[in-house]
């Protein structure tokens, strides 16, 4: 079973940084794919950036493309997501999820995020002056 752990949400001014981490247990098989999710208020839960546990190939939403990273440290089982010059429509409750998956844009673009093989409990991030 495998089971996902977030941390480093926080309360961050515009232009600011963070950096998110999930640890995950009980991953398997190498055709995970861990991404980083993120629900605004009313809205469906949407994947902002993926990444293969197999090849390190990652995706990301337009919208963050050149200001957030995602990385993997396998020795730690850790998927990080630097998130740089935030904006206030960053700010939302970020989720880690696994599953497999054919690639990492498969993954963040599912719309059936309901069914994902593994979620976090999320950390809050809060963009804001």
């Known amino acids: 079973q495998v089971k996902l752990v977030e941390s480093g949400g926080d309360l961050v001014q515009p232009g600011g940084s963070l950096r998110l981490s999930c640890v995950a247990s009980?991953?398997?098989?190498?055709?995970?794919?861990i991404g980083w999710f993120r629900q605004d208020p009313g809205k469906e839960r949407r994947g902002i950036s993926c990444?293969?546990?197999?090849?390190?190939?990652?995706w990301y939403r337009n919208f963050v493309e050149g200001r957030f990273t995602i990385s993997r440290d396998k020795a730690k089982s850790t998927v990080y997501l630097r998130m740089n010059d935030l904006k206030p429509d960053d700010t939302g409750m970020y989720y880690c999820?696994?599953?497999?998956?054919?690639?990492?844009?498969?993954?963040?673009?599912?719309?059936?995020?309901?069914?994902?093989?593994?979620w976090g409990q999320g950390t809050p991030v809060t963009v804001s002056s």
């Open positions: 999820a696994a599953d497999t998956a054919p690639s990492p844009e498969a993954l963040c673009r599912t719309v059936n995020w309901a069914a994902l093989d593994a």
């Open positions: 009980g991953v398997t098989s190498d055709d995970y794919v």
């Open positions: 990444i293969s546990a197999t090849d390190g190939s990652t």
